[in-house]
Structure formats: structure tokens, C-alpha cells
């Protein structure tokens, strides 16, 4: 069973930094996507960053060029490091993980996260005006 364990969240201010970390445990696929999704009370949870066992990333428009996913050479940590953070990146952040063929873009498409079988418990990100 892999498990997924997040750690890293807090508050900061606008123009901030925060570091997510994931931990993953048990992880034997030879293909994989994990991504980062994260959810506002009340609104659906979306995909934001994402990397594919080739190595390939992708990132939702909102956070492209302030946050930056990537993992350990032996793939048992996933970070999304995150700049310039706005008061609207405020959400609940979980990272996900799936044996199944995706691609890193396809992974961020509207509905994906269906397809990740693997979740976190999730971490709180704040940020403040």
C-alpha cells in the first residue's frame, strides 16, 4: 500500500516562500504520475503542478513561474516549492500519486484527479495580505 504524507504548510505573507514536502512510501511502479492539487473550502480540487515518470512537469497557469515540483532521486519525496505567493494560493495542498500512464499535462486536465488513487492527508497554506 503507498502511502503519502505532507508536511510544510503554515502561513506566510504575500511575496513569501513555502516549501511543500511529500513523503512516499512503498512506491514499486514502473509508471507513474504524482501531481500537487490543492482546494479551496467550497471549490473543487484542482491540479497545479505535476511530474510523470519520465520526468516530465507541467504546471496550472496560475502558479507557472512561482512554483516549482520535483522529487528525490529515488522517488520517495515529491516538493513543491512555492515563490511569490499570493493571497489567492490560500487552499488546503495534497499531493497525489497514480500507477497509471499519464502524462504530467494530462494529470492537470479538469477531472484528472479521479485517477490518482494515492492521497496525503493534506497540509494548510495561508497567506496574507
Known amino acids: 500500500q503507498v502511502q503519502l504524507v505532507e508536511s510544510g504548510g503554515g502561513s506566510v505573507q504575500a511575496g513569501g516562500s513555502l516549501r511543500l514536502s511529500c513523503t512516499i512510501s512503498?512506491?514499486?511502479?514502473?509508471?507513474?504520475?504524482m501531481s500537487w492539487f490543492r482546494q479551496v473550502s467550497g471549490k473543487e480540487r484542482v491540479g497545479i503542478a505535476a511530474?510523470?515518470?519520465?520526468?516530465?512537469?507541467d504546471y496550472r497557469d496560475s502558479v507557472k513561474g512561482r512554483f516549482t515540483i520535483s522529487q528525490d532521486n529515488d522517488k520517495t519525496t515529491m516538493y513543491l516549492e512555492m515563490n511569490v505567493l499570493k493571497p489567492e494560493d490560500t487552499a488546503m495542498y495534497y499531493c497525489?500519486?497514480?500507477?497509471?500512464?499519464?502524462?504530467?499535462?494530462?494529470?492537470?486536465?479538469?477531472?484528472?484527479?479521479?485517477?490518482?488513487?494515492?492521497w496525503g492527508q493534506g497540509t494548510q497554506v495561508t497567506v496574507s495580505s
Open positions: 512503498r512506491l514499486t511502479w514502473n509508471t507513474w504520475c
Open positions: 497525489a500519486a497514480t500507477p497509471l500512464r499519464m502524462t504530467a499535462h494530462q494529470a492537470l486536465e479538469p477531472g484528472t484527479d479521479a485517477d490518482f488513487t494515492y
Open positions: 511530474i510523470d515518470s519520465s520526468g516530465a512537469t
